[in-house]
Every structure is written in structure tokens, then in C-alpha cells.
């Protein structure tokens, strides 16, 4: 059985840039939280008012610029193909 191309099939490509996005989101929002609450350590939230501020602005602007990336990403798949 042949092996066809990624490059063939823009949902493939779409669905693996959205898995890697989706694995850093988890990674960089829950895991973090995972190993603070594992080491017993204080999570960023916690730390004062405005570090709560910041990561979350942060975190909105990444999960902003992902969504961006992938539409994108999709639209190069599509137009070139």
C-alpha cells in the first residue's frame, strides 16, 4: 500500500498543526499548573495580583496568535493546492 503525500490533503495538514498547537496549549496552561500543585510550589496565579494579570494576558495573546497560525496555515494548504 503506497503512502500518500501531507501535502495532498490540506485537512491533514490543518489537523496536524492543530494537534501541535493544541499539545503546547496544554503544556504551557495545564502543565505548568501540574507541576506547581506537584512540587507543592506557588502557580504563577497565585504569586501576586498583577503576575495573575500578566499570565493570563499572556496566555490570551498565544491562544490568539494559534488561531491565527492555523487559519493561516490552512489557507497557504488551500491556495497552493
Do not use: E
Not at 510550589?41 to 493570563?56: F, I, K, Y
Amino acid at each position: 500500500m503506497r503512502r500518500s503525500s501531507v501535502r495532498r490533503h490540506p485537512t491533514l495538514v490543518y489537523q496536524m498543526v492543530w494537534i501541535v498547537f493544541n499539545c503546547l496549549t496544554l503544556v504551557l496552561g495545564r502543565g505548568l499548573d501540574w507541576i506547581t500543585h506537584i512540587s507543592d510550589q506557588p502557580t504563577v496565579n497565585g504569586l501576586a495580583d498583577w503576575t495573575c494579570r500578566v499570565w493570563q494576558a499572556a496566555f490570551l495573546v498565544v491562544l490568539h496568535v494559534v488561531v491565527v497560525i492555523v487559519v493561516v496555515v490552512v489557507v497557504v494548504v488551500v491556495v497552493v493546492a
